[in-house]
Nanobody
Framework: QVQVVESGGDSVQAGGSLRLSCKVS??????VAWFRQTPGKEREGVSS????????RYSDAVRGRFTISRDNAKNTGYLQMNTLKPEDTAMYYC?????????????????WGQGTQVTVSS
């Protein structure tokens, strides 16, 4: 049984930092991506990382502030979020099982976690 479990979400003030974790079990640890969604908006791709960690992608909104990484020995992906802004407030989802390498397209991913809430106050 495939499980994708996010953790690390919290409430922080603007300028603060958080690190999200994504633990994957039940399948080969492939590409990992982070998406986020706010009420009334579509889910947007934030960052992705290839299996070997060489290829990383970031959305324009987070490039330079967020860093994606992974630990294959632990089947865990991470998203380090620095200099957080109120507009980063969202439910953050981890996804894996992509049919397209390092994709930031929601439909390319098969397995999803339940999400972890990040709230940034001004």
């Amino acid at each position: 049984q495939v499980q994708v479990v996010e953790s690390g979400g919290d409430s922080v003030q603007a300028g603060g930092s958080l690190r999200l974790s994504c633990k994957v079990s039940g399948l080969t640890f492939e590409d990992v991506a982070w998406f986020r969604q706010t009420p009334g908006k579509e889910r947007e791709g934030v960052s992705s990382i290839s299996r070997n960690g060489v290829f990383r992608r970031y959305s324009d909104a987070v490039r330079g502030r967020f860093t994606i990484s992974r630990d294959n020995a632990k089947n865990t992906g991470y998203l380090q979020m620095n200099t957080l802004k109120p507009e980063d407030t969202a439910m953050y989802y981890c996804a894996t099982g992509s049919r397209v390498g390092s994709s930031l397209t929601e439909s390319d991913y098969t397995y999803w976690g339940q999400g972890t809430q990040v709230t940034v106050s001004s």
